[in-house]
């Protein structure tokens, strides 16, 4: 079941980057006339209190058109906050969705999400520690990482994960990172794909970035799909006219077990995606 509900948002007054460079923005999922619903500012050790061992489960309402509730929203939550063993199961729209802010996250899983499993956006410039991700039957992107939309810049850090496939949903994409995203990706194991899906540059700006180094990528680890020989070829450029160098080289086959990087899973044996979903944690 999806939709019985609506998530969990959480609003801070860390740095975010909107377009325009507004100071506040109102987040998505709450009614533009609500002030409760504004977020950002320029503390970012901001202290949104503490969050831990919280399943969030079967969210995701909609309250009009576009205006989509995440499993769990972060607005501009700042350092100070503690947020730590979190899992969302069957969100309509994305798992977690980090808009800005500076808030460091750990021992995260995010299960049969409808759209992305982590989102990030508006320069989110956190670390993302330990997170599995499993995609469900309807499911989209693992990750969809996008970059700053005003000139303030950010830059994320996510490590050690392990992003788990779906064979029957129509979409199901590794990783799609896009304007202008700037970050790290390291420590990340992924098997369970479809043979088409693929770890994408997205656009001019992101494969730029790609090439000077304000978007890195190390230690892919990656089963690969049937009928795909080469991990290189999962790894895919689209940018209209921006050519890359490389992109792919950070990956590495592996067959099943064999794998060295990936989340440590067993902080996350208490969940019910793990009971539920007989993950072995």
Do not use: M
Request: with cysteine.
């Amino acid at each position: 079941d999806r939709g019985l509900w609506g998530g969990l948002l959480v609003l801070g007054n860390a740095p975010c980057s909107f377009s325009g460079d507004i100071s506040e923005a109102q987040i998505e999922g709450i009614p533009a006339d609500d002030t409760f619903g504004l977020y950002g500012g320029t503390d970012a050790a901001d202290n949104s209190g503490v969050i831990q061992y919280i399943s969030i489960r079967h969210g995701g309402a909609l309250i009009g058109e576009g205006n989509e509730i995440n499993g769990l929203t972060l607005g501009g939550v700042g350092t100070g906050t503690i947020i730590e063993n979190i899992e969302v199961v069957a969100n309509v729209d994305d798992g977690i969705e980090f808009f800005g802010g500076t808030v460091n996250v750990s021992n995260l899983l995010v299960w049969a999400q409808g759209d992305d499993a982590i989102d990030i956006d508006q320069a989110y410039s956190g670390t993302i520690d330990n997170a599995v991700v499993v995609l469900g039957d309807f499911s989209d992107h693992a990750l969809e990482i996008d970059g700053p939309e005003g000139t303030t810049d950010g830059s994320f850090t996510l490590q050690n994960v392990t992003l788990i496939g779906n064979t029957t949903t129509d979409k199901g994409e590794y990783a799609d990172f896009r304007s202008n995203a700037q970050g790290t990706t390291s420590n990340i194991y992924a098997y369970g794909f479809k043979d088409d899906s693929d770890i994408e540059l997205d656009n001019d700006g992101v494969a730029t970035n790609y090439n000077d180094g304000f978007l890195s990528f190390s230690n892919w680890e990656i089963v690969l799909p049937a009928g795909v020989t080469v991990v290189e070829d999962l790894f895919v450029n689209k940018a209209q006219t921006v050519t890359v160098s490389g992109f792919g080289s950070e990956g590495t086959a592996v067959t099943q077990g064999t794998q060295t990087v990936g989340a440590s899973t067993t902080g996350l044996s208490w969940t019910y995606s793990n009971d539920a979903g007989n993950l072995g944690f």
